[in-house]
């Protein structure tokens, strides 16, 4: 009886374990392969936004439950399927993967909370990751959505990846919300990534705006989100629906340079006309003081493992907005990461972590703010083996009176902001908590 080829190469895939992250693919013949592969991550976390008693601008004073919430999470698991063939000998292949977010620990549907709202499934068939390309000597060429260069560029220097200590509750993250503008997933993308030359790769990516409005205020065809993250208003094909940071036209591009312990990176990415007027609302800031403007942003990071098995870890960060009126601008600053991590057995490692990000030129409706945040991660991880472990983090936000940075940003499933049971923000918020959980990769 003649095998499907592809049909027994996903059976010895799901027979056959791998090691952390880094699946070896299972052959099918000498000029294909296919590989299963996933991630699972849930936690059991307790939080609190730390905005009791607090009254905004508004006049508002925050309601509902303000103490601490208890929540089990599912943090960014997913499984994927990813393979390749040989399409000249000795050289060309083709390549491809489809990869998708499993959310074990709660029902699968677009995100709605009173601070957001997510129109996409993030449980949906391809959701994460997926592409398909060619590559060979030269390197590769792919087709679909991606992390950005920007984005992966530094992902392994933090510690705290997907926890309520990700680092992008700062860094990559303009304004503090729920979604790291610079740090995050491109859809209908093309990019480029280049062999290894002496320990130097470079990594560049291209994603059209793929928008019929002239100021990037529609959803993007053939997408269910406005770009930048917000779900569109309740009419979709009416301009002035994605009015919160949707752009047009993305650039993205990282330099990349490892030897040994030593670990270096640049890189920039551009956001084309980012409509942000639906922070405009007279009488300020006033109809034009925000606007569609470029938004761009570059970091340079560095890693270096010592002989006392510490790694240690350093980004610098400044993302800009030409907007009209500067005290309109919440979204050009500064920010630094700081991160070590401490092997103490050979099972064992401690994790601190340190985000700050810098005051702004201005905040909508208020002008000229202290709006300066500083966030600590604590961690304690032990791996059972290269596929398991379980891990504790304790994170606290201190936003200052005018920021409103959260906790978990783009990583952990359930994330901790200013806004209260009405959806009103309250910066200024002492948000702190404790995760403990467990990972298991195959």
């Given at each position: 009886?003649?095998?499907?080829?592809?049909?027994?190469?996903?059976?010895?895939?799901?027979?056959?374990?791998?090691?952390?992250?880094?699946?070896?693919?299972?052959?099918?013949?000498?000029?294909?392969?296919?590989?299963?592969?996933?991630?699972?991550?849930?936690?059991?976390?307790?939080?609190?936004k730390?905005?009791?008693?607090?009254?905004?601008?508004?006049?508002?004073?925050?309601?509902?439950?303000?103490?601490?919430?208890?929540?089990?999470?599912?943090n960014?698991?997913?499984?994927?399927?990813?393979?390749?063939?040989?399409?000249?000998?000795g050289?060309?292949?083709?390549?491809?993967?489809?990869?998708?977010q499993?959310?074990?620990?709660?029902?699968?549907?677009?995100s709605?909370?009173?601070?957001?709202?997510?129109?996409?499934?993030?449980?949906?068939?391809?959701?994460?990751?997926?592409?398909?390309?060619?590559?060979?000597?030269?390197?590769?060429?792919?087709?679909?959505?991606?992390?950005a260069?920007?984005?992966?560029?530094?992902?392994?220097?933090?510690?705290?990846?997907a926890?309520?200590?990700?680092?992008?509750?700062?860094?990559?993250?303009?304004?503090?919300?729920?979604?790291?503008?610079?740090?995050?997933?491109?859809?209908?993308?093309?990019?480029?990534?280049?062999?290894?030359?002496?320990?130097f790769?470079?990594?560049?990516?291209?994603?059209?705006?793929?928008?019929?409005?002239?100021?990037?205020?529609?959803?993007?065809?053939?997408?269910?989100?406005?770009?930048?993250?917000?779900?569109?208003?309740?009419?979709p094909?009416?301009?002035?629906t994605?009015?919160?940071?949707?752009?047009?036209?993305?650039y993205?591009?990282?330099?990349?340079?490892?030897?040994?312990?030593?670990?270096?990176?640049?890189?920039?990415?551009?956001?084309?006309?980012?409509?942000?007027?639906?922070?405009?609302?007279?009488?300020?800031?006033?109809?034009g003081?925000?606007?569609?403007?470029?938004?761009?942003?570059?970091k340079?990071?560095?890693?270096?493992?010592?002989?006392?098995?510490t790694?240690?870890?350093?980004i610098?960060?400044?993302?800009?907005?030409?907007a009209?009126?500067?005290?309109?601008?919440?979204?050009?600053r500064?920010?630094?990461?700081?991160?070590?991590?401490?092997?103490?057995?050979?099972?064992?490692?401690?994790?601190?972590?340190?985000?700050?990000?810098?005051?702004?030129p201005?905040?909508?409706?208020?002008?000229?703010?202290?709006?300066?945040?500083?966030?600590?991660?604590?961690?304690?991880?032990?791996?059972?083996?290269?596929?398991?472990?379980w891990?504790?983090?304790?994170?606290?936000?201190?936003?200052?009176?005018?920021?409103?940075?959260?906790?978990?940003?783009?990583?952990?499933?359930?994330?901790?902001?200013?806004?209260?049971?009405?959806?009103?923000?309250?910066?200024?918020?002492?948000?702190?908590?404790?995760s403990?959980?467990?990972?298991?990769?195959?």
């Amino acid at each position: 009886m003649k095998l499907n080829r592809t049909a027994v190469a996903v059976a010895l895939a799901m027979a056959g374990g791998s090691a952390l992250g880094q699946q070896a693919a299972v052959p099918v013949t000498a000029e294909s392969s296919i590989q299963i592969y996933g991630h699972l991550d849930l936690s059991i976390d307790t939080l609190t936004k730390g905005i009791a008693g607090k009254t905004n601008a508004g006049g508002a004073t925050a309601t509902g439950k303000l103490g601490y919430q208890d929540d089990i999470s599912s943090n960014l698991s997913y499984v994927g399927i990813r393979g390749s063939r040989e399409l000249v000998p000795g050289g060309l292949r083709g390549v491809f993967q489809f990869e998708t977010q499993i959310d074990v620990s709660a029902t699968p549907g677009p995100s709605v909370s009173s601070s957001s709202s997510d129109s996409s499934v993030k449980g949906a068939l391809v959701s994460r990751n997926s592409f398909l390309g060619i590559a060979g000597g030269w390197g590769a060429f792919k087709l679909g959505k991606t992390d950005a260069p920007y984005k992966l560029s530094t992902a392994r220097m933090d510690p705290f990846s997907a926890t309520i200590g990700d680092y992008n509750s700062i860094m990559g993250n303009t304004g503090g919300d729920n979604r790291a503008e610079f740090d995050t997933r491109l859809s209908h993308a093309a990019w480029y990534e280049s062999p290894n030359m002496g320990g130097f790769r470079v990594n560049a990516l291209y994603s059209p705006g793929q928008n019929r409005s002239s100021d990037n205020s529609m959803v993007a065809s053939g997408e269910p989100n406005c770009t930048g993250g917000n779900s569109p208003g309740a009419v979709p094909s009416i301009p002035g629906t994605c009015t919160d940071g949707s752009f047009g036209n993305a650039y993205s591009i990282a330099g990349i340079y490892e030897a040994g312990p030593l670990y270096l990176i640049a890189a920039y990415e551009k956001h084309k006309d980012v409509n942000r007027t639906g922070d405009e609302a007279p009488p300020f800031p006033a109809a034009g003081a925000v606007g569609v403007k470029d938004e761009n942003a570059f970091k340079a990071g560095i890693q270096y493992r010592l002989p006392t098995n510490t790694t240690l870890n350093f980004i610098v960060e400044r993302m800009t907005r030409n907007a009209p009126d500067p005290n309109a601008n919440e979204r050009q600053r500064s920010g630094f990461w700081l991160a070590a991590t401490q092997k103490v057995s050979a099972n064992d490692d401690v994790n601190i972590g340190w985000a700050h990000a810098g005051k702004t030129p201005g905040d909508p409706g208020v002008g000229s703010v202290d709006n300066k945040a500083n966030m600590l991660a604590l961690g304690y991880k032990h791996h059972f083996n290269q596929q398991a472990n379980w891990y504790a983090v304790y994170a606290r936000q201190d936003n200052k009176d005018g920021a409103h940075y959260d906790l978990g940003a783009s990583g952990h499933g359930i994330t901790t902001d200013c806004h209260d049971a009405a959806g009103n923000c309250f910066p200024g918020g002492k948000i702190q908590g404790l995760s403990v959980g467990m990972q298991y990769n195959f």
